[in-house]
């Protein structure tokens, strides 16, 4: 029997050099463009910007509980939105507050939800590990480990039914890919070549256990991708442009009707697991190491030297700036959910007077 072999496509980074305004221009204005850079920035920002804020909101007590950042990972999520169409699905973790975002979901709503105002997501009652927005086309922020991928697959699979031309795009952590969940969801999705992408985090840590310590394999999704006939995918996770480009060969195969991908994006989260997590367990040096490539800053130091003029850098994030301030104080003030919504939507056959 033949061996099988497994193609890799490893997608690296490169350091642009300064060049004639001319040459900058003709590398802005490539395969991705000035537009969607610029969105991809500001998406960025927003990302970063709205985390910041909850971390700050909550060590003034206006946000309970805890709640799971993605800081350092921001690349991830806006790169593979810009590839998205308005009707397609995400499906992501409790570290879904990135994702959320950038399907379009509003600042004041994903603050309310964190602080529990009636002006959140979901009026305040899900929190921040529970994020949702089904009109923006966000379809849950998922708290079980590798819950979500078959759904994934099952929204995938019904507009592969219906003939929408809608994907699915399904993000998870690298502890996912040791979950059989994981494994079945791939299976079928092979199988039905179903239009579903799946994109690994790889932050290096599932939870407080670096992934390498308890998986068999060096690249935790993609080394397993060939077990599926899959292309093993592997891209900077930190880099917006490298991102975009594997994110949408992903987004037309599927839409093409030849099935999914499975993409593992390396990358690194700045803070530890939650808010209770210390990272004490990083070895020394290595956040450090991490924060020398910083996704904003990696992409700010892109724009720059394609070209664009730093005062419309600058005014992207400036605005962005007053739009987190605007929605902060507006969350601040939304009141917290009466008692007629409260106890409303708690169970499938009622609320809880009707059941006492």
């Not at 537009?35 to 909550?58: C, G, N, P, S, Y």
């Not at 964190?114 to 590990?129: A, D, F, I, N, V």
């Not at 917006?240 to 594997?246: C, E, I, N, T």
Request: glycine share 8%; aromatic share 8%; hydrophobic share 40%.
């Amino acid at each position: 029997m033949a061996k099988r072999t497994t193609k890799r496509r490893i997608s690296k980074s490169t350091k642009p050099k300064k060049q004639a305004a001319r040459k900058s221009k003709i590398q802005l204005n490539d395969d991705i463009g000035e537009k969607t850079r610029l969105r991809m920035w500001q998406l960025q920002l927003e990302i970063r910007h709205v985390e910041q804020r909850a971390h700050d909101l909550f060590f003034q007590n206006l946000i309970k509980g805890t709640s799971h950042l993605a800081i350092g990972q921001e690349a991830i999520a806006s790169a593979c939105a810009a590839v998205m169409r308005p009707d397609d699905y995400t499906f992501c973790t409790y570290r879904g507050h990135a994702h959320t975002l950038v399907r379009g979901a509003s600042m004041e709503g994903v603050l309310g939800e964190l602080m529990g105002r009636e002006c959140g997501l979901l009026g305040g009652k899900g929190g921040s590990m529970h994020l949702t927005d089904v009109e923006k086309g966000a379809m849950g922020s998922y708290a079980i480990i590798g819950a979500h991928l078959p759904i994934a697959a099952g929204a995938a699979w019904k507009a592969q039914y219906l003939k929408t031309g809608q994907i699915s795009f399904c993000f998870f952590g690298d502890g996912t890919t040791n979950i059989g969940a994981f494994h079945e969801a791939l299976n079928f999705s092979v199988v039905w070549k179903l239009p579903v992408v799946f994109v690994c985090e790889n932050n290096l840590y599932m939870e407080y256990t670096p992934i390498s310590d308890v998986t068999a394999v060096e690249h935790p999704a993609a080394d397993r991708a060939g077990a599926y006939g899959l292309e093993s995918i592997i891209v900077d996770g930190n880099d917006a442009d490298l991102v975009y480009r594997v994110a949408r060969d992903a987004a037309d195969k599927a839409r093409a009707g030849d099935g999914p991908s499975l993409i593992e994006a390396k990358t690194y989260r700045h803070s530890g697991h939650s808010r209770a997590d210390p990272a004490t367990y990083r070895p020394e040096g290595e956040l450090e190491k991490w924060l020398e490539r910083d996704p904003l800053k990696i992409y700010r130091k892109r724009l720059i030297d394609f070209g664009v003029k730093e005062s419309k850098v600058v005014a992207i994030e400036k605005a962005v700036l007053e739009a987190v301030d605007d929605a902060t104080e507006f969350a601040k003030n939304s009141s917290t959910p009466s008692k007629d919504v409260l106890m409303t939507e708690v169970w499938a056959d009622g609320g809880a007077s009707w059941r006492n």
